[in-house]
């Protein structure tokens, strides 16, 4: 709890403060900065370019109010009601569910090791920027291959093997001087030394914006969470006055409703949502919980909502009108020149700056922006990691310089396993992981369990009590609809698409990874999903007796004592003095009704008792 600490003793064994944010700016630009990340710059306008232009807002809107908004404020109101982190704030909601904040921390855990490696490869084309003539924009150097061929010339024959075999120098120094890239993900190589001092400088900047808390982080975002913004609209002025923009920015938003009926373009909208909102990633409970426990966190959900569409939308008009230049300088169709992901930022676009006057300058501008983009979001993640580990563990970690030391050996760690992402196969792995692990189907199961462990177990009602005792008033109805109806069936419905249309990942859209390799990225993804039965199953067999036992009307007499906590857990979290609601009574009341549901939806089952005209609804107005 937020002020918890012994007042005897030398300082060395007080528990120091939790901590909280100075004012309400510092939790709204934190949560900007993570929201607002290198998905918004490189993944979303590639999104709504392939899936129809305008047309593609209708689904990304349509998903953003039935499960971004809704799961945003209910992961931000669970923070700030508890004021604890993502793990230790079920034990006050649905602790047969605690696995759903151990496996929001494995995704999170997998993305503070991979995201950070973005870093490193734009501090190394920051650094070579500061050169004569930009790397990138000639065949003139040692790594360029006789392949390679200028914008507008050709050191090839121009007969046609020589133009199936033809690369560019953005692209030569990418994968041949930046990556050193090998032929497959079996063919790990040797270490990037170069990138490796990028990643170390990278972790040695997070380390020292997080290390005191949001103390510190919260001064830290105001830079790097409003900077970005700064150059994003310098880069779009000056993208918007270069010849053939208009080009662009038509390929980006011309309408193709046919699209629509695209099942593609809805798993898209969806998959989209959830990444770039930190759905189920524990990052916005940790965040909410430092907020002060009166803070209106109903409205800074669609302010923060509306803050990260927005960005995406505007960041569309940057990238395109660049795009729309190179397209026009080259006489190549945008479809040829457009990207996602890494070949955006690491190859179209530093291609596109090569073309501009002043180029060391622009290039400066963008890989500054990628930098602080990403750095905001690992400052999060990190910060996330931190939160979970030390309200499981105050007395141990909220003491002098324990903090400190505990970060330092989160961030050692991290590295070291990070250098495999630095080697000459790093490349495959971390799309590997990216794409089985930090995004898409476990961000869906994870929204689907969670919708369900708190809108119906816990009770969508209670929530909206606990809301109501924060900020004043109850929000409107429709979120409760989401939570109950809309969220996990969107959520699941999309997971059940592609499943069935689910194609074996390819990297470059040529390279099929072997065998073992899927193998192992299902394995860690699903160990993340995994996570929530076998919490429920450990918590099973600590409860004395059988499961008949367990589920007898007369173990509901320990929820008696749940009335009274639950009328003063508001003033327990005030107060920050009281250990909480009872966590074995908790525990039991989930699976309970977790059973009852179970016996509503398929019937009486030899394995299941009989609610003896119990139900649900009967279940929670006796309990609450």
Known sequence: YRELRYREGSAKTQLLDRGQWANKLEFLLAVAGTLVGLGNLWRFP????????????????????????????????????????????????????EGIGYATQVVIAYAAVSYIVIQAWAFFYLFSSFTAELPWASCRNTWNS???????????????????????????FWEKRVL??????????????????????????????????????????YFTATFPY????????????????????????????????????????????????????????ALG????????????????????GGSSFVAGFAIFSVLGFM??????????VAASGPGLAFIAYPRAVAMMPLPQLWSICFFIMVILLGADTQFVSLECLMTSITDMFPTVFRRAYRRELLLFCLCSVCFFLGLLLVTEGGLYFLQLFDHYVCSGNNLLLLSVCQSVAIGWIYGADNLYDNVEDMIGYRPRPLMKICWLYVT????????????????????????????????????????????????????VTQMKGTMMQVCELNELKLFLSYKHQCTQ???????????????RVLSVWSLHVLLELVWVFYGYSSFLPQPRNMTVRLIRVCIA
């Open 146 to 172: 006789e392949w390679c061929v200028e914008s507008g010339k050709s050191n090839v024959s121009s007969n046609w093997t020589a133009a199936a075999n033809s690369t560019t120098p953005a692209t030569e």
């Open 230 to 285: 700064v150059m994003l609209v310098v880069l779009l002025a000056r993208g918007l006055t270069l010849p053939g923009a208009i080009n662009g920015i038509t390929f980006y938003l011309y309408p193709d409703p046919k699209k629509l009926v695209d099942p593609q373009v809805w798993m898209d909208a969806g998959a989209q949502v959830l990444f770039s909102f930190g759905i189920c990633q524990g990052s916005l409970t």
């Open 488 to 539: 996990p069936t969107v959520c699941l419905g999309t997971f059940l698409f592609s499943v069935v249309k689910y194609k074996p990942l390819k990297f470059n859209k040529t390279y099929s990874y072997p065998t073992w390799a899927y193998a192992l990225g299902w394995f860690l993804g699903l160990l993340c999903v995994l996570l929530v039965p076998l919490w429920i199953i450990f918590k």
């Open 569 to 583: 857990i508001s003033d327990h979290c005030k107060k920050c003095s009281s250990p909480g609601v009872d966590t």
């Open 180 to 221: 050193g890239l090998s032929g497959g993900i079996e063919e790990i190589g040797s270490l990037r030394w170069d990138l490796a001092l990028c990643l170390l400088l990278a972790w040695i900047l997070c380390y020292f914006c997080v290390w005191k808390g949001v103390r510190s982080t919260g001064k830290v975002v």
């Open 327 to 336: 397209s026009y300088e080259q006489g190549l169709p945008i479809s040829e």
């Open 289 to 308: 919980s430092y907020n002060k426990y009166n803070n209106d966190c109903y409205k800074d959900t669609f302010v923060l909502c509306l803050v990260n």
């Open 46 to 97: 590639y999104l709504c370019y392939k899936n129809g232009g305008g047309a593609f807002l209708i689904p990304y809107i349509l998903f953003l109010l039935t499960c971004g908004i809704p799961m945003f404020f209910l992961e931000t109101a669970m923070g700030q009601f508890t004021s604890q982190g993502c793990i230790t704030c079920w034990r006050h909601f649905c602790p047969l569910f």
